[in-house]
C-alpha cells in the first residue's frame, strides 16, 4: 500500500473512531502525524472528538503532542481546554515535566486553573458571547466507561467539566505537591463520585503514600458536607482495593470499624460499610452481625461481604448472621449471602435452594448470577444441574457459557448439548477458563469414542 494511500485511509479510520484500524495502519507505516480534512494532525481530530482511545494509540505510535499548530496552541494544550480528563491522560504523554519548557507548563496549568475557576459554562458564555442555556449531557468519559462526566455546549463550541481533574493531572505530572484539602475541595465540587475528576484526585492521593497525605484526608470525616465525607469513605475502599502491603492498614480498619459502629446517615454509612469490606480486620464480622438485620435493603446487602472476609472460614455467629438473610424478602441480599454461604458446609442446602429459586426468577441480571454460582459450587445434585441446563435457554451469553462449564463439571451426558450451542453461539474463548473446561469435556469424550 503506498504512502499516500494509507494515510488517506488512517485519516478516515480516526474519524470513524476505529481504533484497532488506526493501530494496523500505524503499523503498516502511516504518518501518525498526517493532516486531516481540517488541515491539522489527526491526533487534533480525536482530541475534538474526545476519543481518548484513538488519541492514546496515536500518541503511542509517534504523534507529536507539542507540535505548534498554525493558531499557536498545540494538541496538548487544546486536550487541556477539552475539560475531558481521559483525553488528557492519553495525550500528556511520558515524562511532561521533562519534554517540556517551564513556560509551556505554566501556561498549562493556567489554562487548567482558568477553566477550573471560572466554569465550564461560564467560560463557554465568555468566549461565545451567547447568553442562552447551556446545552448539558452526561457522558462517559473513558472507553471503559468507569467514570462520568457532564459535556456542556454553547454557541457552537462544547468542552467537559473535568478541568479540576485535568488540573490535578497536570500539577502531580510537574511534580507539584498540591495541598490534600484542595485536592478534596476538587472532588468535592463535583457531587458525583462517578466524575472523572474523583478519579484523578483519587490516583494522585494513592501516589502520595505518606502518613501526612492519609491524616490530612481522612481528617474530613468530620466535614460538615457530606460530599467530603462521601470521598473519605471512597479513598479507604479504593486503598482497599488497589494498596497492597499499606503500613497504614490496620489503622484504616480500624478507623472504618469506629466509623461504622457511630454512623448514622444510612447513604453514608452503606459507602463506609463498602470500604471496610475490602480490609482484612477482625473487626469485620462484628459489624456485619450488628448491621445483619437493619430494616434498610442497601445496608444488608453490604452485610455478606463482611462475613467470612479472604478466604477464612465462617464462624458459628457468622452462620447465625447469613441465614436469615439467604432468606431475606430482597433477592439481591439472597443472592450475595448466598455467594459467601455456598462455601459453608453447614450453610450450602439452604444457599443452593436460594440460588435455584433466583435461577429460576424474573430477573434475568440475577438469573446470570445465580447460574455463576451454581455452576462453581460443590453440590453436584441432580436439581442444580437441570437447573444448569434450564439456564441453556437465556439470551445472555455469558449465563449460558457459565451453565455450560457447570454441567461440565458435573460431567453431566447434557454438556454435549451445552458445548454444541456454546460452539454455534460462537461464546467464549481460548483464553476463558468456563470454555476451556468445556472444550476439554468434549475433546475427551471424542477421544475416549475414538478408542
Known amino acids: 500500500?503506498?504512502?499516500?494511500?494509507?494515510?488517506?485511509?488512517?485519516?478516515?479510520?480516526?474519524?470513524?473512531?476505529?481504533?484497532?484500524?488506526v493501530r494496523a495502519l500505524l503499523d503498516e507505516g502511516a504518518d501518525p502525524d498526517v493532516p486531516g480534512d481540517d488541515g491539522l494532525p489527526v491526533l487534533c481530530t480525536a482530541i475534538a472528538a474526545f476519543d481518548s482511545a484513538v488519541a492514546d494509540v496515536l500518541v503511542?505510535?509517534?504523534?507529536?503532542?507539542?507540535?505548534?499548530?498554525?493558531?499557536?496552541t498545540t494538541p496538548l494544550w487544546r486536550a487541556v481546554d477539552g475539560g475531558s480528563p481521559a483525553v488528557l491522560t492519553a495525550v500528556l504523554g511520558d515524562e511532561p515535566r521533562l519534554r517540556l519548557p517551564?513556560?509551556?507548563?505554566e501556561g498549562l496549568l493556567a489554562l487548567a486553573r482558568s477553566w477550573y475557576e471560572t466554569g465550564t459554562a461560564e467560560e463557554l458564555r465568555r468566549r461565545t458571547g451567547a447568553s442562552g442555556p447551556v446545552r448539558t449531557v452526561r457522558v462517559?468519559?473513558?472507553?471503559?466507561?468507569?467514570?462520568?462526566i457532564d459535556q456542556v455546549s454553547l454557541g457552537g463550541l462544547v468542552a467537559r467539566t473535568g478541568h479540576g481533574g485535568i488540573l490535578t493531572a497536570l500539577e502531580w505530572a510537574f511534580r507539584i505537591l498540591t495541598p490534600?484539602?484542595?485536592?478534596?475541595?476538587?472532588?468535592?465540587?463535583?457531587?458525583?463520585?462517578?466524575?472523572?475528576?474523583?478519579?484523578?484526585?483519587?490516583?494522585?492521593l494513592l501516589k502520595r503514600p505518606s502518613f501526612e497525605t492519609w491524616q490530612a484526608v481522612v481528617a474530613h470525616r468530620h466535614h460538615p458536607g457530606p460530599v467530603h465525607r462521601r470521598f473519605v469513605a471512597e479513598y479507604?475502599?479504593?486503598?482497599?482495593?488497589?494498596?497492597?502491603?499499606?503500613?497504614?492498614?490496620?489503622?484504616?480498619?480500624?478507623?472504618?470499624?469506629?466509623?461504622a459502629a457511630e454512623e448514622t446517615d444510612i447513604e453514608m454509612l452503606v459507602k463506609v460499610l463498602a470500604a471496610f469490606a475490602e480490609y482484612?480486620?477482625?473487626?469485620?464480622?462484628?459489624?456485619?452481625?450488628?448491621?445483619a438485620d437493619h430494616p434498610d435493603v442497601r445496608v444488608r446487602r453490604r452485610v455478606p461481604g463482611l462475613f467470612c472476609p479472604w478466604g477464612a472460614s465462617l464462624t458459628s455467629p457468622a452462620r447465625d448472621g447469613l441465614l436469615p438473610l439467604i432468606r431475606d424478602p430482597d433477592a439481591r441480599v439472597r443472592l450475595l449471602a448466598s455467594r459467601t454461604a455456598v462455601h459453608d458446609d453447614a450453610l450450602l442446602s439452604p444457599a443452593v435452594q436460594a440460588l435455584l429459586a433466583l435461577a429460576d426468577g424474573p430477573d434475568a441480571g440475577l438469573r446470570g448470577e445465580a447460574a455463576a454460582l451454581l455452576a462453581a459450587c460443590p453440590d453436584r445434585s441432580p436439581a442444580v444441574a437441570d437447573a444448569l441446563f434450564a439456564l441453556l435457554d437465556e439470551d445472555d451469553p455469558l449465563t449460558c457459557l457459565e451453565a455450560a462449564y457447570g454441567l461440565a463439571l458435573r460431567d453431566d451426558p447434557r454438556t454435549t448439548v451445552a458445548y454444541r450451542l456454546i460452539v454455534d453461539r460462537d461464546i467464549g474463548d481460548a483464553d476463558d477458563h468456563r470454555w476451556c473446561r468445556l472444550w476439554h469435556w468434549h475433546y475427551d469424550r471424542e477421544r475416549a469414542a475414538a478408542e
Open 280 to 291: 482484612e480486620h477482625p473487626g469485620t464480622e462484628d459489624i456485619g452481625l450488628r448491621y
Open 60 to 72: 503511542e505510535g509517534g504523534a507529536d503532542p507539542d507540535r505548534v499548530l498554525p493558531d499557536g
Open 1 to 21: 500500500m503506498s504512502g499516500n494511500e494509507v494515510d488517506r485511509r488512517i485519516v478516515a479510520a480516526v474519524q470513524a473512531g476505529d481504533v484497532e484500524a
Open 180 to 204: 490534600v484539602d484542595d485536592l478534596v475541595a476538587r472532588a468535592a465540587d463535583q457531587p458525583d463520585e462517578e466524575h472523572a475528576t474523583w478519579w484523578e484526585v483519587l490516583s494522585v
Open 102 to 105: 517551564e513556560e509551556a507548563r
Open 236 to 259: 479507604l475502599r479504593v486503598r482497599g482495593v488497589l494498596v497492597y502491603d499499606s503500613p497504614y492498614a490496620q489503622q484504616e480498619g480500624d478507623f472504618l470499624a469506629a466509623w
Open 140 to 148: 462517559p468519559d473513558d472507553p471503559d466507561e468507569y467514570h462520568r
